[in-house]
């Protein structure tokens, strides 16, 4: 059994185990229950009411947070070409093709998220194995296979908070909504926004109860549940 140190111990006494905070007061109390020595990232985690070795029961998108995640995100697009110029006039971090492809072959994998015109796609399909297990490779699923009259749009985006979702083998969904650093109001605004997109993602074969629980932690923090019922009876 997992030995949790006095600092933890403590911030979890905050926490009624038994009880489905309300959205704002569960941020309220996330905040409080916060004790590292660094603006802490705040998740929420979505229990969904799916068979996730089922094809037809894949929970996938993405959702524009409309204030962000309080961070940098460092943006490489795949371009050559007029495309390349687009997307360096729209704030991408790194640009190019060959040269790019050799560099992350060598282990340079300094970027967040990566983006690709369709034309690249055959070129960086040797990249899957680098990038795929680290969420890295461009997926037209996921918005990040776009045409090059779309790039600035796209990379916008991506910078501003948009975050992809995805479920993992154990039904759940986890996703960042924020700092701790941030307003309630801010990060409430992001929980209802990533919500409102899962719910938009339910497969055609999900039955019976969707998004089954819900509970919401900063990076050293306690868990603690959320009673989403306001949120879902308004999206």
């Known amino acids: 059994m997992v030995t949790r140190g006095k600092k933890y111990q403590g911030a979890a006494k905050l926490v009624d185990r038994t009880k489905a905070y ?77 040269e790019l492809i050799k560099k992350i072959e060598d282990g340079w994998l300094d970027f967040d998220v990566s983006i690709a015109t369709p034309d690249m796609m055959g070129k960086i399909g040797k990249l899957g194995k680098i990038l795929g297990r680290r969420g890295l490779m461009p997926n037209p699923k996921s918005g990040t296979v776009v045409a090059a009259d779309n790039l600035s749009a796209a990379i916008t985006e991506v910078s501003k908070g948009r975050v992809e979702f995805r479920l993992d083998r154990t039904a759940i969904i986890h996703v960042p909504i924020g700092k701790v650093g941030f307003d309630e109001d801010k990060l409430l605004q992001n929980l209802t926004a990533l919500i409102e997109a899962v719910i938009k993602a339910k497969p055609i074969g999900a039955k019976g109860q969707y998004i089954k629980s819900a509970s919401l932690s900063t990076t050293m923090g306690p868990g603690i549940k959320v009673d989403l019922k306001s949120i879902l009876f308004s999206a």
């Open 22 to 98: 309300q959205p704002r007061e569960a941020i309220e109390l996330a905040k409080k229950a916060t004790y590292a020595g660094f603006d802490e990232t705040v998740e929420l985690h979505l229990k969904i009411g799916v068979d996730p070795r089922s094809a037809d029961q894949q929970v996938r998108g993405i959702a524009l947070l409309p204030n962000g995640l309080g961070k940098k995100i460092r943006v490489l697009v795949f371009a050559q070409g007029e495309a390349a110029k687009f997307a360096d006039e729209a704030g991408a971090d790194h640009v190019g093709g060959d």
